[in-house]
């Protein structure tokens, strides 16, 4: 009978160094967002506090205008979308109940000119 006490010798101390990793990875995720979160509150503190601190109108943040645009960006994919789809439904529509009659297919290329026994 072979004892588990030298498995559990070496897997507690492997499951502890992945967790101290992984936390210590987690972590210096936390102070990089921290930190870019606090130069973003910064530069908004400055730009309500005194709008015209050496910047022009259209580099002050305008969220409402750029919530527009995100919105009629999405709305715009997925109107241009759903009218591909249903192009290509319809057409298979019409496919099968008009018996294939749709555009003609196009032209067949040219044979290649046959050489004739005699000549050869």
């Known amino acids: ?22 936390s210590a ?6 102070d990089v967002d921290f930190k870019a979160a606090n130069a973003a509150a910064d530069e908004l503190a400055q730009k309500a506090a005194n709008p015209k601190v050496g910047r ?19 709305f715009k994919t997925i109107f241009l979308e759903t009218k591909t789809k249903w192009s290509k439904f319809n057409d298979a529509l019409n496919r099968i109940f008009n018996g294939g009659a749709g555009p003609p297919p196009p032209p067949a290329p040219p044979a290649p000119p046959r050489r004739n026994a005699e000549s050869a």
Do not use: H, W
Request: a positive charge; charged letters at 15%; one cysteine or more.
């Open 56 to 74: 022009s109108e259209d580099q002050l943040l305008k969220p409402l205008v750029g919530v527009r645009k995100l919105i009629f960006t999405v």
């Open 25 to 30: 990875v987690a972590k210096a995720r936390c």
């Open 1 to 22: 009978v072979v004892e588990l006490n030298p498995q559990y010798a070496i897997l507690f101390p492997l499951f502890a160094t992945m967790f101290t990793a992984s």
